[in-house]
């Protein structure tokens, strides 16, 4: 396996992130989990969902799983913890609930559209952050700046030659940074969702971008090629090679000062 302590310095030194980068992995059964885990309903006493529990992974440093026992139905869908009833793959309860304010249709094709595993597939969503992770990981998922996501990105690219698209979520990431990413097996750059938001998972400054492990050791490649070369660096390199402009009156300032010291020499 990748040594995930390689790869979290190598993403500290490359993009000096504000949070912990986040391994994740979808458990097929509880004896996939690691010994030092926590399940929020048994250990914390709390219902939470998916992306909350990102954000205790990212921010605490928590290993954390979730089942579907979660509280968001976005991704109790989208990891395949649930079977669904007629009345919502047809959209018929979501608009009777008020749902999001979707009509029936509406509500059923975000159900069809949804990228979704087969249900049953998975019991566990399991997280940690990368360098404390002692499983390997399905995807690498990491918080940033547009500037820590470019450098990222760059390094994808680079390293891959694969293209990513950017993907709006207006609902839940974790469709699209995980579901996706796994299913699709590329790179995804997701402008956050409404659960990263209400959650204090990520600030207005922040977008997620997810690889998938097995492209993991490439994008570092890429962005330890990009440093090297100067063309991906994060902090931005500026261009500061230019001599300094100032206010009226300095330039005669340091004129009338420089001819009084040298006054003062003679």
């Known amino acids: 396996m990748t040594d995930l302590k390689k790869v979290s310095e190598a ?39 998916l992306c909350h ?16 026992e979660q509280t968001c139905y976005v991704a109790g869908i989208s990891l395949g913890f649930w079977t669904l ?8 309860f979501q608009e009777t609930a008020g749902l999001w304010g979707m009509n029936k249709e509406q509500a059923a094709a975000s159900i069809k559209n949804m990228p979704k595993f087969e249900y049953g597939t998975y019991q566990y969503a399991l997280m940690a952050p990368v360098d404390r992770a002692t499983f390997e990981p399905h ?39 995980i579901t996706r990413t796994i299913q699709e097996e590329q790179a995804k ?15 207005d400054y922040e977008c ?18 990009g ?12 261009f500061l090679r230019y001599g300094s402009q100032h206010p009226p009156g ?7 000062i420089l001819e009084y010291m040298e006054k003062e020499k003679s």
């Open 11 to 49: 993403l500290n030194t490359y993009l000096r992130p504000q949070t912990f980068p986040v391994a994740v992995r979808l458990c097929k059964s509880a004896e996939e989990l690691p010994e030092r885990v926590r399940i929020p309903q048994r250990d914390l006493g709390l219902d939470i969902s």
């Open 53 to 68: 529990a990102i954000a205790l992974a990212k921010r605490y440093g928590w290993t954390i799983a979730v089942d579907k």
């Open 85 to 92: 009833p007629p009345d919502v793959v047809d959209g018929s």
């Open 139 to 177: 995807v690498i998922l990491f918080y940033g700046t547009p500037a820590q996501i470019w450098v990222l990105l760059g390094g994808y690219t680079s390293g891959t030659g694969s293209q990513v698209n950017i993907t709006l979520s207006t609902g839940a990431g974790c469709t699209n940074t």
């Open 189 to 203: 750059f997701v402008i956050v969702g409404t659960g990263e938001r209400l959650v204090p998972n990520t600030q």
């Open 208 to 225: 997620a971008f997810s690889v998938p492990f097995s492209k993991i050791e490439l994008t570092i490649a890429g962005l330890e090629r």
């Open 227 to 238: 440093y090297r070369t100067g063309v991906f660096r994060y902090p931005i390199p500026s």
């Open 250 to 256: 300095y330039a005669e300032m340091r004129s009338h």
